[in-house]
């Protein structure tokens, strides 16, 4: 089989290494990829909002499936287009993507079908806005309702920086903005978990634990996600229970009653307040960086699990895992979130020769002339999967330290709620 891979991140390159391993591969393309994905598949240049010039190439290399893993090419209708051509496809529908895409669209769901989420109020202007935020409690959260790549969100500690970030969303900075969510603010632990699915039936698909926020002590700005490890430390069976009856079953039926279905990862990012499971927001991938964490612990075939996805047999296959955990520290570019500097080259990393059991994924890295390059503001992810997470950590801040990268910034705390 060809399969082609979308997307240019550490969850790509994670996505790539675990399809390799199948069998039944036999090429894998990525459209574009990264400097790792290169050395295990064919990188393709291609401008991902030209689906017509995508499909072209697909049918031209021959590839049988195509694994979409961002978010952008789904919420913008990528597996429609691609299944009106004929092309087999992992990932959900535009219809269904409308649960990242589109956070008013979740929280509706949430109200109609009684999901457990944090009580909110939908507003189309500035002037209600602020009346309704005059009469709030704070901390309260303001929230951008498209794509807005994990920065439409504002915890606001006051009515001023509320009122800033609802004047920041209508005056355009993640786009044209009709509608703005006002959210209360949940006091909890975060935990991201994951189903696969294939519209008719679902399986669960790991739980991790992400440090989204910049600094240690989940400390400074909102990222992308600096670090992670699997299983997340709240999982447990009667969570699980009231996960998938709570919020992910009345959410497929929720799409079941809209004529559509889900086929793909839906990653729902939650807050667990006293045992009981919230959902923050819905992801309709999988996570970045979860997914180095998650994908290593797999036992079963990962193809095999695609292609009974695609081909709505699910049902008929067993996920089996492995019982060590993993983690993954991410190392970035210095700056980020905010400015840094590109095309930094990466000198001492054909040097580091991953252990058994230890991967490093590659996120923003381009290869020039046989040489590695920055290429975006999360850069390597280091994962180790193992019995003794701690001991993980240690060995892999001394892999990040030996490669002695000048432009790097990491979290040496990642996992920190386990240890202490
Ligand atoms: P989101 O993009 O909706 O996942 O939000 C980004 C981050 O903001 C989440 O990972 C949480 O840390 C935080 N957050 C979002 N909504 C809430 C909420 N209602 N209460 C507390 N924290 C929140
Ligand atoms: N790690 C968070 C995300 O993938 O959205």
Known sequence: MNVGIIGSGGREHALCISLKKSQKIKNIYC???NAGTSFVAKNIK????????LKKLIQKL??????????????DGIVDFLENNKIKVFGPNKIASQLEGSKIFTKNLCKKYKIPTANFGVFNNIDESFSFLKKCKFPIVVKADGLASGKGVYICENLESSKDAVTEIFDGKFGKAHEILIEEFLEGEEMSFFIISDGISYKKFGTAQDHKRVLEGDKGKNTGGMGAYSPSRLENETLDKKILEKIIKPTLKGLKNLKTEFVGFLYAGLIIVKGEPFLIEYNVRMGDPECQTILPRLKTDFFDIIDATINKKLGSINLEWFEEKSICIVLCSKGYPDKFQNNVEIKKLEKIKPKDNNYIFHAGTKLINSKIYSNGGRVLNFVIKSKNLQQSRDELISSINDLNWENGYFRKDIGFKIFE
């Open 31 to 33: 459209f574009p990829g």
């Open 46 to 53: 291609v401008d991902l909002t030209n689906f017509e010039e």
């Open 62 to 75: 021959g590839i049988d499936i195509i694994v979409v893993g961002p978010e952008k090419p789904l919420v």
